[in-house]
């Protein structure tokens, strides 16, 4: 297809979808990738080229070369995470996306109060320790994948469980009985349209395991503590009849960041929650981004082969929409 | 492909892979569509035409504008839950698949006595509370998504669990322990071929989230009463050395459901339950038409990949059966 | 494409991707079945011919015939379980994959040290109840479908569940609490390349399920006692910052296997076992052969999909492999 520029990203989180889908349409690709973490981007030949860095933190020093190749930067959470915000706003490489809406996001307060405005169901937060009235989850700040999570079910509960903890940053969040889901959606602002991408949930070790084990071999065993670190994905498709309110949220979230910021959020991102018994669908956290539960879907979702007579992952939903961009003369709307 | 019939169903359930498998085979297509969930179809384009109703109860009352549009229904669980029995078995727009079997499965009893003649396993019924000698699941009448279910041990245990039931009718059911399955088959009249579509499992609040909450933590709060509304469903493939004894089982149901009715069943159907330690498959349930499942396979399931060479989910799979009935000029022979 | 060989399987286990890959690769198919397991693979239309057979036992009588057609067979778990491993060692029919991994693959300790030698961590192994000091797994040797398999956490609790099996060999394994990930490659000789193909989680029977049954009922109910009798797969995708190690694993499985014998492990193996909180990948066991996992993936996994722009099984893989040493002049490099 003979496009000037080229699609790069960090190799790792969703680099090899978003390569792949780049190249279908059309697009030279780069890998930035650390020495120990080439072998997948070269075997499923996703790379045009590899640029290798001893250190993602590098990754500013390598900037100039990329604007030079043409390149443009597609962000991951694990783009964002090793490069930094700070470094993240400062770069002068185009870059998918709004640098805006990531501070919005980072913020667990104002990311809640987006989410409110955008008349989305949250959890409960407890100011104290001493306000828990019910099962509440603590989470700890900048936990790696979700670590070291506690349930507690009283003040109590909380006072005993919290002394190894000493020290971190934590919120306290009403603990909610429902099934996780998560939510990928598309934002354009080409068509001015939010796609529903597909679905998954997270595959999470220990806790997705645990049920594995009888109540009373778990009681018996020295220590069952739950644990939530990502070790991967699994695909999901959710009752049809629940299909126009989730996408309504997704279209409510993009409205409300436009109030935000000036451009607002666009590109994929991911509500992810439980929905309760009631049907209910609580929404813990908004990824402004691809996230990982789309690799599930290189060669399309439900959803996607809906929409498009072709495979359409979410990193090949990208590379379209630059395309478009491009052909539009529209680039800087989805590149900042 | 131009057929002059065009394919129609309400806009729930498994909608949206109804109407996309009539586009893909050819037929224009209606959904019919309360305002505040018309969001999916417009989407993801697969109505041409959209009528709006204020109620789904309203049905028979589009019913002539159906007939003039030359429109033939397919029924899923939710036309039939919104519709009615009684005013389906009524409706006189072109019905695909078999109204007789409808009252067949509606019954527990008659349901179970077709499951039982067809030589299928279903767990053993207790008339009494006072006969439970093993663990049983207590199942109410018309409850939405399997809410509310009990699981009791002995006649002491249900007595202590049941007062907050009073009124509703029950039934007590073996509570077998062993994976849930759920089997898709299409019956063609056409063919006389019983085809295995695929499988997957539901996906059911809170029931499929409280393996992920430690037992300790379990017994600690407060509360943690298993529910099973449904959310979604998951992907599944079944060990190849079970497929000969599943796909005889789907034959079997359909031949006696001959013995039932004058055309017996026919089109989409779905054995729902539980395989077990011995790999016996433990029937709960037949849903005589398209489940939510499917909705899995847009794009066609293992099963369906091996036996076609295109994508065909059983929306597709319905409507490649109306078009071939119309061409052999045996369209009498699907619809009612 | 009019391949003179003809590629043949015993119908089970994962012969209809075998097959039908086959096909898709132009060879002829010859599925042996038994008369009661014949259903499947005529009505996926996998095998062009089909050979009865009263026993798999009987595999080796029907040899000659397979001879004269000019067949390549496919072993997968159920034509070495039904055979034997001595049978197989005999068979002059040309045999995809080498034999002389068989015998370190079946027994454990040979297994492991495999294994262990290729730097995979493996789960500790306890000589002596005596030493049980964290909680284990004690496996059954020859049990079908992971059927009995106990937990301890203590010698005491070991002595107190062991006499229902008194007479059987067991090993005594550290009981890890991860969740199980069981990672599908294919090492070409041709290539040299060992390709990693997709991911599953097994679903098994009843331990899949009583993470269903909420701890206070599970420890009210008369027994759960766990068992781990395999009724499926399910789909998943794993982390991709892991796909580094993960992929580095199967090849040094494949460079150790050449230090155990001439050819080494080719075609496609499995790594079975489960990722830790600490992201640490413990393998508890290894299949030299084509696993019925990739039974999901019959129209090609996320994996794959990267690599091919084509659908490619597992079982479409193998057929590609010996099409190609066939071009190459090769046959003998892949066939025994």
């Known amino acids: 297809m003979g496009e000037s520029y080229k699609i790069a990203t960090i190799g790792s989180h969703s680099a090899l979808q978003i390569l792949k889908g780049a190249k279908d349409e059309g ?6 990738c650390k020495k120990d973490s080439v072998k997948p981007y070269k075997a499923f030949n996703v790379a045009d080229e590899i640029i290798l860095v001893d250190n993602f933190k590098d990754f500013p020093k390598i900037e100039n070369e990329l604007i030079k190749k043409n390149a443009i930067i597609i962000p991951h959470a694990s783009f964002i ?12 490489v185009p870059y998918f996306g709004s640098k805006d809406i990531l501070g919005h996001e980072a913020n667990r307060d104002s990311q809640r109060d987006w989410l409110k405005k955008a008349g989305i169901k949250v959890p409960k937060i407890f100011e104290s320790p001493k306000d828990i009235d019910r099962s509440v989850i603590v989470k700890f700040h900048g936990a790696k ?8 079910k009283s003040e109590q509960d909380f006072k005993e ?3 190894p903890h ?18 990928h959606y598309f934002h354009s602002p080409l068509t001015g349209e ?15 395991s645990i049920g594995r084990i009888s109540a009373r071999d778990q009681l018996a065993l020295t220590k069952v503590d739950p644990s939530y670190v990502i070790v991967g994905n699994l695909p999901l498709v959710v009752r049809e009849s629940l299909l126009p309110a989730i996408m309504e949220m997704g279209e409510r979230v993009v409205d409300q960041s436009k109030k935000l910021t000036k451009r607002g959020l666009f590109g994929p991102f991911c509500l992810e929650g439980v929905i309760t018994p009631e049907l209910e669908f609580y ?8 996230v990982a539960g ?9 959803y996607t082969w809906l929409k498009y007579s072709e495979p359409m992952s979410t990193g090949r939903r990208i590379a379209r929409e630059i395309k478009l961009a491009i052909r539009q003369g529209r680039l800087k709307d989805v590149v900042e």
């Open 283 to 290: 929404v813990f956290e908004i990824s402004a981004r691809i």
């Open 194 to 208: 939010t796609e529903l991408m597909g679905f998954d949930k997270r595959y999470e070790s220990n806790v997705d």
């Open 81 to 92: 995470a090793y490069t930094g915000v700070e470094a993240v706003e400062k770069l002068k």
């Open 166 to 183: 000493k020290g971190k940053q934590y919120v306290i969040q009403e603990y909610l009985i429902g099934v996780p889901v998560f939510a």
């Open 294 to 302: 789309t690799n599930l879907y290189i060669e399309g979702s439900p």
């Open 145 to 152: 994948g979700g670590e070291g999570y506690l349930i507690d």
């Open 27 to 32: 697009f030279q690709t780069i890998a930035v």
């Open 161 to 163: 469980k919290i002394p």
